[in-house]
């Protein structure tokens, strides 16, 4: 049975085979700039293997924005067009946001290079990459913007819901962790463990803007289930590629003991 995600305005469509998507999402985040509708749907693990299409949007060649250099003065604008320093805690949470974003899109196409099916964490890392953009369009609205700005981007915390759905979906495939273990387990999973770093941090930008009600507590809840998302998805991929988990050591116990390495696919 199909379940619905929430709306929230991804440049992207999953599509069933022989149907199309459920929903379309009334509106779009400003970051996207999208012309047409999009469409998200979460399937039963059923149907989780099923083939499916992603949309892709043609770039269209038109030269850089006309509005160039609006920025070189240090300063920079929110999407109610208010100025700020660039260095002010809103821009550094949306480029932290941003920065996370980027890394995810090097994670998929480590990923997609693996010689091992990955297509769930691809799928996975896409739909995060969509929720992303619209958390950056949720911090870069302070509450003092028009309604009809605010409303184009309020959280959606039904976002909240399917990470924790995806954190079980995934992590139930694993086994338990008895002890710490260090990041690795290959490529792919080195750099989704390196993401959830990156999340944290962007974590951590977010909590001032919280604590002077800048924007929903709910965004900095998502940001920190992704976290813990993004270390599941470490370990599920190092498991699928058939990589080995090393696991923490005393410094001192270095020279006496061999590291314990797990096989997670066995």
């Not at 086994?175 to 999973?189: D, E, K, N, Y």
Request: net charge positive; proline share 5%.
């Amino acid at each position: 049975m199909a379940t619905r995600l929430p709306a929230v305005r991804l440049a992207w469509a999953v599509r069933q085979p022989g149907g199309s998507a459920p929903f379309s999402a009334s509106s779009f985040s400003p970051l996207l700039r999208l012309s047409s509708t999009s469409h998200c749907l979460a399937t039963a693990p059923e149907q989780q293997q099923q083939s499916r299409a992603f949309h892709a949007t043609l770039i269209r060649m038109g030269g850089f924005k006309q509005n160039r250099g609006t920025g070189d003065s240090g300063k920079s604008s929110l999407f109610n067009n208010e100025r700020r320093w660039k260095d002010d805690i809103t821009f550094e949470s949306v480029g932290t946001i941003d920065e996370l974003s980027a890394l995810l899109g090097v994670c998929r196409s480590q990923c997609a290079r693996a010689e091992f099916q990955l297509g769930d964490v691809i799928e996975a890392l896409t739909r995060i990459q969509c929720c992303l953009q619209d958390v950056g369009a949720h911090v870069a609205t302070p509450p003092e913007s028009s309604d009809r700005k605010r409303k184009l981007t309020s959280f959606d915390s039904e976002m909240v819901e399917w990470i924790n759905g995806e954190i079980d979906r995934f992590g139930d495939q694993l086994p338990p962790i008895r002890q710490f273990i260090l990041s690795g387990g290959g490529v792919a999973a080195s750099s989704l463990q390196h993401a959830r770093a990156v999340a944290r941090r962007a974590e951590r930008t977010m909590v001032p803007l919280v604590r002077d009600e800048q924007i929903d507590p709910k965004a900095l809840k998502f940001v920190n289930r992704l976290s813990d998302l993004l270390f599941v998805l470490g370990r599920y991929t190092c498991m699928k590629c058939e990589e080995e988990e090393l696991t923490y050591l005393r410094p001192t116990e270095f020279t006496d003991q061999r590291w314990a390495r797990t096989r997670l696919h066995e």
